[in-house]
């Protein structure tokens, strides 16, 4: 028999059992939906996470020393910069400030830095300008607000050129950050930037104990960051514990690995509906062989071989399930859509989950509807025909 007949065989035992199909293949809709939506909103998360790593700047080394005995000087920051798998270098100086403007006021958190820090950090600018040397320089009473906070003091009006008070004094707004959001908890947007120089008389104290450093490319990191680490241990010898050399790579690798784990435990228990909407088709199709026993031995009888008759079995089987696939695929689409807008998550769909899924449920279907078919297959033409 050939194989567009059976297909048209199993369509049309289908369509003759619209309900118990419908009922059959919810299994397998089941799964397939499942598979899709929790894998995609998986996968949405660790591009979001990804997303927010990267917005702490590219090729990012984090050097953090603790206690004032083990401040990184002007000199010894030279040194790193100086190191040959090194672009950029900024050095940062951070404290809590009251900022006012008329009747407004707030904490915020104040960033004394350098010009490199735009670039280190992928800190762009929205409005007006960043730093630049001859502020550090010159000490000048100027600042960048993040974009929250440009908000909160100056709603839709263009701050630059204005002033606000940090602490008493008054300083000139230079330029807006463009909106970073937030990155690991933290937000980079609710930020006042001033002039390192600057910074250390608002903080009252010169003692610098984080710098950002910018590595030449990714492939490199490896090798900048133990640099860094051989430098700093030349720097402060015998005090290993008092400092740490963050490499953003690694932070990425590790959440990169915590995602795909989560990823694949959600796939796995959306792919166990699966397997019980294939012990349904096994079900149904058992229950199709029993009333159909005096068609199978009438279709013997006047010559089909055992090959046909599990052949057509198989086909249905096949047919039922790839429909649920289809109509799975669809409705996992669908609902990762309406999930993605009512509660604000970020939904990635990936091409070869989806075609991953569709192809599970087809050969689940036909799996679990070989027993069904050789059951069929076998009966005698002489008994299935005495079958009431």
């Keep these: 028999m050939r194989i567009?007949?059976?297909i048209k065989m199993a369509l049309r035992s289908i369509k003759s059992n619209k309900l118990r199909s419908i009922l059959t293949m919810l299994g397998?809709?089941?799964?397939?939906?499942?598979?899709?939506?929790?894998v995609?909103?998986?996968?949405?998360?660790?591009?979001?996470?990804?997303?927010?790593?990267?917005?702490?700047?590219?090729?990012?080394?984090?050097?953090?020393?603790?206690?004032?005995?083990?401040?990184?000087t002007e000199d010894k920051i030279g040194?790193?910069?100086?190191?040959?798998?090194?672009?950029?270098?900024?050095?940062?100086?951070?404290?809590?400030?009251?900022v006012k403007k008329d009747r407004t006021s707030s904490q915020v958190t104040l960033t004394g830095t350098t010009g490199a820090y735009s670039s280190v950090?992928?800190?762009?600018v929205s409005q007006g300008r960043f730093l630049t040397d001859l502020d550090i320089e010159y000490r000048q009473k100027i600042a960048v607000l993040g974009a929250n906070t440009a908000a909160t003091f100056f709603g839709t009006d263009n701050p630059v050129g204005q002033y606000i008070q940090v602490d008493g004094t008054s300083f000139k707004i230079v330029g807006v950050l463009a909106s970073k959001g937030s990155s690991l908890g933290q937000s980079g947007d609710d930020v006042v930037i001033v002039p390192l120089s600057t910074g250390e008389r608002l903080v009252k104290t010169t003692n610098i104990n984080q710098v950002y450093i910018q590595g030449k490319s990714e492939q490199q990191m490896d090798l900048v960051m133990t640099e860094v680490e051989m430098k700093m241990a030349s720097m402060f010898p015998n005090k290993s514990d008092s400092y740490t050399v963050t490499n953003q790579k690694d932070l990425m690798d590790t959440m990169s690995s915590v995602t795909q784990t989560m990823t694949m435990m959600l796939g796995g228990i959306a792919g166990i509906s699966l397997l019980v909407g294939g012990i349904g088709i096994m079900n149904i199709m058992l229950v199709s062989v029993s009333e159909r026993t005096r068609e199978i031995g009438i279709r013997k009888a006047i010559g089909a071989k055992?090959?046909?008759?599990?052949?057509?079995?198989?086909?249905?089987?096949?047919?039922?399930s790839s429909m649920g696939g289809i109509i799975g695929i669809l409705a996992g689409i669908?609902?990762?859509?309406?999930?993605?807008?009512?509660?604000s998550l970020t939904v990635t769909y990936s091409t070869s989950v989806i075609l991953l899924a569709f192809i599970f449920s087809v050969i689940?279907?036909?799996?679990?509807?070989?027993?069904?078919?050789?059951?069929a297959s076998k009966l005698n033409p002489i008994q299935a025909l005495r079958h009431a």
């Design 364 to 375: 689940v279907g036909i799996v679990f509807g070989v027993f069904p078919a050789n059951k």
């Design 40 to 72: 995609s909103i998986a996968q949405g998360s660790a591009t979001n996470v990804t997303n927010q790593i990267n917005q702490l700047g590219t090729n990012l080394l984090t050097v953090n020393t603790f206690g004032t005995d083990l401040a990184l």
């Design 121 to 124: 950090r992928d800190a762009k």
């Design 4 to 6: 567009f007949q059976s």
């Design 306 to 320: 055992r090959r046909d008759v599990l052949l057509q079995f198989l086909i249905e089987a096949a047919v039922l």
């Design 28 to 38: 397998i809709i089941i799964g397939v939906s499942s598979v899709i939506v929790l």
């Design 334 to 343: 669908g609902l990762g859509k309406i999930i993605s807008t009512a509660l």
């Design 79 to 98: 040194d790193l910069s100086k190191l040959s798998g090194v672009k950029a270098i900024a050095p940062v100086i951070s404290g809590r400030v009251n």
